[in-house]
């Protein structure tokens, strides 16, 4: 995957990053774009913005279809502008999840590729045949020259008696500079065996070979999640512990916890008979700080000690001063300090 970065309030291309695009070009299918910083302007500007973007890409990408823009806020700093949030975290998970079928896209690519060589092979096998059977015992050269000459009207021969496609066929003046200089005495004939076994691997073997990579993927991102899982808890990875899906936790930052401190807020969400309030009753609030959602994930993940999807007095405070700590421009703590949940804390 190549992934090319513009800022939201810089879309000049520079001639530097115009020669790195153009390096780029016949991997138009790797290509993906990312406008980050989109939350530094409002609704109406951001449309401008992303106008302004297609049409420089356009220019110099030279596609007829532009690569797929992904509009967001990538990184874990605090929305300038919260109006696009729902907009920017259904493009971070489209991102993710495109990096996460690059291996499948690979896999799938590498088939496509094997069979588009299978098929100029069995071409390049029926225009030397032709061409081996047109040859005379005697005479060859002026019969070569004849033949290079008429290879137009061969083509079009084969491609009626064959039913090869036109697309399959070698470039025309590439091939007829090529036949000049071959020697036209290591051609075989035609093996028909080899060209039956190769139609049944075309139509029949890698089909099914294809229908097999998406099980096979996914089976093996169930085994390297369930893997992760134990290695590091359940609650982290399982989008349905917390209100904000999957996540993952930051370096160790210790410090003290005063609960009472954020006691009538929590009495405020209405907490149940059990003494806890759930994800919807908190996740407003803590929306409310314009963090990330990826970054919220891991907040959630620390403070839900238990791993019940739900958050007691100590676990919402632990929550509260998380999310003071990020916005404070602290990194997040690996895992909750001891200090905090410890009897005096409590």
């Known amino acids: 995957m190549i992934v090319l970065l513009f800022d939201a309030h810089k879309l000049d291309i520079s001639d530097e990053f115009s020669h790195v695009i153009e390096a780029c070009k016949g991997n138009d299918t790797k290509i993906r774009i990312v406008l980050n910083k989109a939350d530094k302007?409002?609704?109406q500007q951001l449309m401008r913005v992303y106008g302004a973007l297609m049409w420089s890409l356009g220019k110099v990408l030279g596609t007829p279809e532009v690569a797929r823009v992904y509009i967001g806020s990538f990184w874990d700093q605090p929305y300038q502008n919260d109006d696009n949030r729902r907009l920017f975290e259904a493009e971070e998970e489209d991102l993710f999840r495109d990096i996460q079928q690059v291996p499948r896209g690979s896999i799938v690519r590498k088939l496509n590729d094997l069979v588009k060589r299978c098929r100029i092979a069995k071409t390049h096998a029926y225009i030397m045949a032709h061409i081996k059977q047109e040859m005379p015992v005697f005479g060859k050269e002026a019969k070569m020259k004849q033949i290079i000459a008429s290879m137009p009207?061969?083509?079009l021969q084969l491609e009626r008696e064959t039913g090869i496609p036109a697309g399959d066929f070698p470039n025309l003046e590439e091939f007829q500079e090529k036949l000049k200089t071959f020697d036209i005495t290591k051609l075989q004939k035609l093996n028909q065996g080899l060209i039956d076994a190769l139609d049944k691997m075309i139509s029949t073997e890698l089909p099914r070979l294809m229908s097999q990579v998406p099980q096979d993927q996914d089976v093996a991102h169930e085994d390297y999640m369930q893997s992760v899982r134990k290695?590091?808890?359940g609650a982290l990875y399982d989008k349905n512990d917390t209100p904000f899906g999957l996540g993952e936790t930051l370096d160790l930052?210790?410090?003290p916890l005063p609960i009472n401190?954020?006691?009538?807020e929590f009495e405020q969400l209405g907490p149940g008979a059990d003494g806890k309030v759930n994800g919807t009753q908190a996740k407003k609030p803590m929306q409310?700080?314009?963090l990330p959602n990826a970054t919220l994930r891991r907040i959630w993940t620390l403070a839900d000690l238990d791993s019940d999807g739900k958050?007691?007095?100590?676990?919402?405070?632990i929550c509260k001063r998380l999310i003071r700590m990020k916005l404070d421009g602290h990194d997040l703590p690996v895992e909750i300090p001891p200090a905090w949940v410890s009897p005096v804390a409590e």
């Open 311 to 317: 958050l007691d007095l100590m676990e919402f405070a």
């Open 253 to 255: 930052l210790n410090a």
């Open 153 to 155: 009207k061969i083509f």
């Open 41 to 43: 302007v409002t609704n």
């Open 288 to 290: 409310d700080s314009k």
């Open 231 to 233: 290695r590091d808890g």
């Open 261 to 264: 401190e954020f006691q009538y």
